[in-house]
């Protein structure tokens, strides 16, 4: 060490200290801001700020998804196409988790889906399951009719898919070796409901947006939705989907699908009155 940083060591070492402290300072900021948790007292549930903003809903490189399925048949995701921009000029609270079975019983005083399920010893901490679209519309009405600060709905399916992207691009936010990490589906889950926000959350802090339960969105469903927007010629700004249909849409993947299903854009959809053992949902909140 030379006379120089001997003799200045210890104005050195502050600065290095100081520099140090404003990365910490800077990350923990930017942390907070994506990461930004409400926890609504009236039902004791964490809700995720999702920042407003604007993407990509849908596949943007079809011969990558053509290529992610097992029996590459383009017919299964041209629902997904053509890929578009949509906005939202507004953030919205989304709930971390799916509902649980805890959050449903609360409220509606019934143990649906399968017997095991709420005889686990963490049966608190499981999403509830079994959920008809129509089912989880007469528990937020319930919650609804109970609540005095918030109302609270399903999500559309571009809020879905915004909040599962987090602002990343791609077939998926991780690579499908990390898919362990962040989804339970067939291959990580045992075939198994799991306890929510076990695995890793995504950028934005949301658990299991990818697997473990389908999650039903308030949308109805047609094939037809993104070429219709896509001929409009215009950035759709929150948009509803269709005013009618048969069928509503439901997203994320489960805990028993193959990889190929565990992917923001995927698209299926189902009658009002179906209601798998696979099958879930989470909630909005907007302050009255």
Not at 4 to 17: G, K
Not at 53 to 75: S, V
Request: proline share 7%.
């Amino acid at each position: 060490m030379n006379l120089y940083i001997r003799s200045n060591w210890p104005l050195i070492w502050a600065s290095i200290l100081a520099i140090a402290s404003l990365i910490l300072l800077s990350t923990d900021t930017t942390s907070a801001q994506t990461k930004a948790i409400t926890i609504i007292p009236e039902i004791n549930f964490k809700f995720v700020s999702i920042p407003a903003g604007q993407f990509i809903m849908g596949t943007t490189n079809l011969q990558q998804a053509l290529a992610d399925l097992p029996e590459p048949k383009a017919a299964m995701i041209d629902d997904e196409t053509p890929a578009h921009a949509v906005s939202f000029n507004s953030s919205f609270l989304l709930s971390q988790t799916e509902v649980t079975q805890k959050l449903w019983f609360d409220i509606m005083h019934s143990k649906p889906g399968p017997e095991e399920n709420w005889q686990a010893a963490n049966w608190q901490q499981l999403p509830v399951v079994s959920i008809s679209w129509q089912a989880a519309i007469d528990f937020i009405n319930k919650l609804n009719q109970q609540s005095e600060q918030y109302h609270y709905r399903l999500p559309t399916e571009a809020e879905w898919e915004y909040a599962a992207r987090a602002g990343s691009t791609g077939l998926r936010p991780f690579s499908v070796i990390e898919m362990d990490e962040h989804a339970w589906y067939i291959n990580s889950s045992n075939d198994e409901v799991q306890p929510v926000a076990q695995l890793k959350p995504n950028d934005w802090g949301l658990y299991d947006m990818h697997g473990n339960v389908w999650e039903w969105v308030s949308d109805w469903y047609s094939p037809a939705t993104y070429t219709e927007r896509a001929k409009a010629g215009i950035t759709p700004v929150s948009p509803k989907g269709p005013e009618q249909g048969n069928k509503k849409i439901r997203r994320g993947g489960s805990y028993h699908c193959p990889p190929h299903l565990i992917r923001p854009a995927y698209r299926a959809a189902d009658s009002l009155d179906k209601a798998y053992s696979v099958l879930g949902f989470r909630l909005i909140a907007e302050e009255k």
